[in-house]
């Protein structure tokens, strides 16, 4: 599904594209129901001047701009104000992508050149790729100026819409930084390295909601819901070299099986 189309622009350069949505919600969702009769929870929306239910034909958006003093603003008078270089997406800068904190990332949508934007957009993702850099730009949105980083892939580019500065909270806790002996930072570069396998997404699963359906499937069944079985605890070990020292055996052991 195509959410919207764009155009990417840096320098007199211009890429037509269509930004596709790369998630998707797959989690349980569960209802409110009436405990008494187990009827479905329903919300209305009411007038809170007259008490009136009202219908979303019936609301338009307002900004109050002094107590109870409201001007109404229509979907169409937004768009009026936007330029045609606010609806495209402007390219700003480039930078390493291992310069960006994960934390500025917030939606990703997939971008798939327009007809006769072929050459440019791969032209630009290869670029990249190579240069191991992102473009950050930003276009209008909704009703706001959205930053974005232009992420190269091996098989296409991903745009990802980011937070602003302000919009991320500092580290509210600090913590002391005990040092690490040269044997204990050597042991743990070994458990990393003895982990170190490819990143691929298909491998890793929601186990979690899997066993929520297992339960609802009990319930609609009618039958007892069983209490799940605990691991049995081997005894955590306290010490930290051993603690390593037996990560690193345990890797090695799930290796060898796999």
Same mark, same amino acid.
């Given at each position: 599904m195509v959410s919207r189309k764009s155009v990417i622009t840096f320098g007199m350069v211009a890429i037509p594209i269509a930004m596709h949505?790369?998630? !998707?919600?797959?989690? @349980?969702?569960?209802? !409110?129901?009436?405990?008494?009769? +187990?009827?479905? $929870?329903? /919300?209305? =929306?009411?007038? *809170?001047?007259c008490g009136k239910e009202i219908t979303n034909e019936d609301i338009v958006k307002g900004f109050e701009y002094d107590k109870?003093? &409201?001007?109404v603003v229509t979907d169409e008078e937004i768009? #009026?104000?936007?330029?045609?270089?606010? =609806?495209? @997406?402007? @390219?700003?800068?480039?930078?390493?992508?291992?310069?960006?904190?994960?934390?500025? &990332?917030d939606k990703t949508y997939q971008a798939i050149p327009e007809a006769g934007g072929e050459k440019a957009f791969e032209l630009l993702r290869a670029a990249l790729m190579d240069?191991? +850099?992102?473009?950050?730009g930003k276009a209008v949105m909704g009703t706001k100026d959205t930053l974005m980083a232009i992420i190269p892939r091996g098989d296409g580019i991903l745009i990802s819409t980011m937070f602003y500065d302000d919009d991320v909270k500092e580290l509210q806790k600090q913590y002391g930084k005990p040092a690490a002996s040269e044997q204990e930072l050597n042991m743990a570069k070994i458990l990393i390295n003895s982990m170190d396998t490819p990143f691929d997404a298909?491998? /890793? #699963?929601?186990? /979690?909601?899997? =066993?929520?359906?297992?339960?609802? %499937?009990?319930?609609?069944? *009618? +039958? %007892?819901? $069983?209490?799940?079985? !605990?691991?049995?605890?081997? *005894? #955590? $070990?306290?010490?930290?070299?051993?603690?390593l020292k037996a990560s690193v055996e345990k890797a090695k052991k799930d290796k060898e099986t796999a």
């Open positions: 949505t790369a998630t !998707q919600d797959n989690d @349980i969702h569960f209802n !409110q129901l009436h405990k008494e009769d +187990k009827s479905r $929870v329903r /919300y209305k =929306k009411t007038c *809170g001047h109870d003093k &409201y001007v768009e #009026k104000i936007k330029t045609e270089k606010e =609806k495209s @997406i402007q @390219i700003l800068h480039f930078a390493q992508l291992n310069q960006i904190s994960p934390v500025y &990332y240069e191991q +850099k992102a473009a950050i298909a491998k /890793y #699963k929601d186990e /979690y909601q899997a =066993k929520l359906h297992e339960l609802i %499937e009990t319930k609609i069944s *009618g +039958k %007892e819901v $069983v209490s799940a079985t !605990q691991a049995e605890d081997n *005894g #955590k $070990v306290i010490d930290l070299m051993d603690a």
